[in-house]
């Protein structure tokens, strides 16, 4: 826990960056799968 918590504080920022992104790519899905099923 001691060795990996300095990588835990390195990669913290870069999460930060990549979940507005992961938010909009499963946004996007949803959009998909509702206009499918709307479809039938």
Do not use: E, M, R
């Not at 990588?7 to 946004?27: E, Q, R, S, W």
């Not at 996007?28 to 099923?37: C, E, G, L, V």
């Amino acid at each position: 826990v001691i060795i990996i918590k300095p990588f835990v504080i390195i990669i913290k920022p870069f999460i930060n960056i990549i979940k507005p992104f992961i938010a909009l790519h499963n946004k996007n899905k949803w959009i998909k799968i509702d206009t499918q099923s709307l479809k039938g």
